[in-house]
């Protein structure tokens, strides 16, 4: 079965810094990689997917992954931060062709410090 | 796309009364998850559907939980009788392919079971 680890629970960037969000799966192929976001009170939000292909992959407001095979990861970056990117961001895995639904980490916490 | 309505947004009744909460998924998508997501626990996967049909409800805590999915355009999620550490938000997710593509989400229900 699938896993998902996002070691980093809280991170901190100043407004206007990069930003890079760590996830690291465990599977024995290559799997389907996704990343969402979850604002105060509301759901979960894709924002952006990797099935194959090209390893990096953009997404919605600014986001892009990056799929290293070779680290089993699937990091999250963003150029420069704004405040309303602060949020909780769920990296998560699905195994092609399998029946067990996606598999979500744990999240990582972001803070923008003005 | 209206995306997945969930209703209601907020519930709060006393232990021992029945819940019940309810989900319409995007449509033209064949598979719908249920989610409960805590503090302590994080997200955690209760059931999941699959063209109507439940495909796995490992994740129901307890026979206290059922789901149900009568058409492709509605579900439930039904809590009898509740109990205090019932309460979380529910989230509801849709999906358009296989178990293991992209989810939508829907806003969620938050609980309190006093």
């Known amino acids: 079965a699938q896993s998902v680890t996002q070691p980093d629970i809280h991170i901190t960037v100043s407004e206007g810094a990069s930003l890079e969000l760590r996830c690291n799966y465990s599977?024995?192929?290559?799997?389907?990689l996704f990343w969402y976001v979850q604002s105060p009170g509301q759901g979960l939000q894709l924002l952006l997917k990797?099935?194959?292909?090209?390893?990096l992959v953009q997404g919605i407001k600014g986001f892009e992954a990056e799929f290293k095979r070779s680290q089993s990861s699937f990091n999250l970056r963003k150029p420069s931060v704004h405040w309303s990117d602060a949020a909780e961001y769920f990296c998560?895995?699905?195994?092609?062709?399998?029946?067990?639904?996606?598999?979500f980490g744990k999240g990582t916490h972001l803070i923008i410090q003005p | 796309d209206a995306g997945v309505i969930q209703s209601p947004r907020h519930e709060v009744t006393e232990m021992g009364q029945e819940v019940t909460l309810r989900c319409k998924p995007i449509?033209?998508?064949?598979?719908l998850f249920w989610y409960r997501q805590t503090m302590m626990r994080g997200l955690e996967l209760l059931i999941y559907?699959?063209?109507?049909?439940?495909?796995?409800d490992s994740g129901m805590p307890e026979d206290r939980f059922s789901a149900k999915m009568p058409n492709a355009s509605f579900s439930t999620l039904k809590i009898q009788p509740s109990e205090p550490r019932d309460s979380a938000v529910y989230f509801c997710?849709?999906?358009?392919?296989?178990?293991?593509?992209?989810?939508?989400f829907g806003p969620g229900t938050r609980l309190t079971v006093t």
């Open positions: 997710a849709s999906s358009p392919g296989p178990l293991t593509y992209e989810q939508y």
């Open positions: 599977y024995g192929a290559t799997p389907y």
């Open positions: 990797y099935f194959s292909g090209d390893t």
């Open positions: 998560a895995v699905g195994a092609p062709g399998g029946a067990d639904g996606l598999t």
């Open positions: 449509s033209g998508h064949n598979s």
């Open positions: 559907f699959n063209n109507n049909v439940p495909i796995d």
